[in-house]
C-alpha cells in the first residue's frame, strides 16, 4: 500500500516496479544463508511487501497506460476475463498438478546437480539445507536476471520515445 501511494504521488510507476524487484530478490536470498526459522521469517516480511508493492504499482501502472480513460472499466474487465477464463477453461486440479509435479521435478534435480543427493529421505540433514539454500539461490538469480532484463527493455524503450 505504501508503494502505491508514493507512486501515485511522485508519478513514477516504474521506479516502483523496479524497487519492488529488488526487494523481492532481497527477501528471496536471504534463504540463501538462513540458519535459522528466524531469518525464513525475515525473508517473508521482504518478500510479502516486495510483492505488495508490486501489485499495488503495477495495477497503477497498468491504469495510467490506458488508451481511454473514459473506457478504464471496461478494459479492466477485459484484462481479468481474459485473465479467468484460461483458469476457468482447465480444470484447477489439473494444473495445481502440473505445478506440483513441475515445482517437484526442478527441486529433484537442483538436489541431484548440486548436492548428489538422490532420495531426501536418506539424505543427511545437511544435505536438504544446503539443497534447499541452492534452490533459493537459483530463484533469487532468476529473480536478478528478469529484474535487469525488465530494467533495460525499460531503459531501450525510453531512448525509442525519445530517440
Known amino acids: 500500500m505504501i508503494g502505491g501511494i508514493l507512486s501515485d504521488k511522485f508519478r513514477k510507476q516504474k521506479l516502483f516496479i523496479i524497487i519492488s524487484g529488488i526487494i523481492l530478490v532481497i527477501g528471496v536470498s536471504i534463504n540463501i544463508f538462513a540458519p535459522s526459522v528466524i531469518y525464513i521469517m525475515i525473508s517473508a516480511i521482504f518478500y510479502g511487501f516486495g510483492y505488495g508493492m508490486f501489485l499495488a504499482v503495477d495495477t497503477a501502472l497498468i491504469a495510467r497506460i490506458l488508451p481511454n480513460e473514459k473506457d478504464a472499466a471496461k478494459d479492466f474487465g477485459i484484462m481479468n476475463i481474459a485473465n479467468t477464463i484460461p483458469q476457468s477453461i482447465v480444470s ?4 495445481r498438478s502440473i505445478g506440483q509435479t513441475t515445482g517437484a521435478a526442478v527441486i529433484g534435480a537442483i538436489f541431484y546437480l548440486f548436492n548428489k543427493t538422490k532420495a531426501m529421505d536418506s539424505s543427511s540433514p545437511e544435505n536438504i539445507t544446503a539443497g534447499i539454500h541452492n534452490t533459493f539461490l ?5 529473480m536478478a536476471c528478469g529484474l535487469i532484463i525488465g530494467v533495460i527493455a525499460l531503459s531501450l524503450k525510453k531512448e525509442q520515445v525519445n530517440g
Do not use: M, Q
Open 92 to 95: 484447477f486440479n489439473l494444473s
Open 138 to 142: 537459483i530463484a533469487a538469480l532468476i
